[in-house]
């Protein structure tokens, strides 16, 4: 599947696997959001591939909040009109790190990546 012309957020997107994959997308000519704990690392990655002709902007989240993910998925289509693509890169981090208590659920962190998804994805 191409991603050319596709609309994708990409969660931990300022270093590592989530800033490789943000670069990989934006060179097959997808539009990126990059959305990170690290705001100004969201920004460079963003800056990097609108530098080399893509569409990116970048958003400061912290994937563990509902409100965050939420204003991330309604950013990405204010910005872009759409999400086709969600690559939760940084949820396993979290997931690894955190326990989360939620008036939804409470427990393992092995829940929390389809917290982050379902929190996207209802903007759809
Ligand atoms: N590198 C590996 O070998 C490896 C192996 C297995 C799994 N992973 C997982 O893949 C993911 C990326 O790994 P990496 O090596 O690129 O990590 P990294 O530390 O280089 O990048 C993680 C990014 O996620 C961001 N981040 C952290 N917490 C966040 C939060 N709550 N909300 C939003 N952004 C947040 C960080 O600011 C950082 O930019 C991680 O979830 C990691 O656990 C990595």
Redesign the pocket.
């Known amino acids: 599947m191409s991603s050319n012309g596709r609309v994708a957020i990409v969660?931990?997107?300022?270093?590592?696997?989530?800033?490789?994959t943000a670069l990989l997308l934006a060179e097959e000519g997808a539009a990126v959001m990059v959305?990170?704990?690290?705001e100004s690392?969201?920004q460079a990655v963003a800056a990097e591939i609108v530098a080399a002709g893509g569409r990116s902007e970048s958003i400061a989240?912290?994937?563990?909040?509902v409100e965050?993910t939420e204003r991330m998925a309604a950013a990405t289509v204010d910005a872009f009109g759409g999400i086709d693509i969600l690559h939760n890169?940084?949820?396993?981090?979290?997931?690894?790190s955190?326990r989360i208590s939620t008036p939804w659920m409470s427990g393992t962190v092995s829940l929390l990546p389809i917290f982050g998804v379902s929190s996207s994805v209802r903007v759809l």
Not at 11 to 20: D, F, L, P, Q
Not at 35 to 38: E, T
Not at 89 to 96: G, H, K, P, R, T
Request: hydrophobic share 45%.
């Open positions: 969660t931990g997107a300022a270093s590592g696997i989530g800033r490789a959305a990170d704990i690290d690392g969201a989240v912290d994937v563990s909040s965050g890169n940084a949820v396993l981090q979290v997931c690894m955190q």
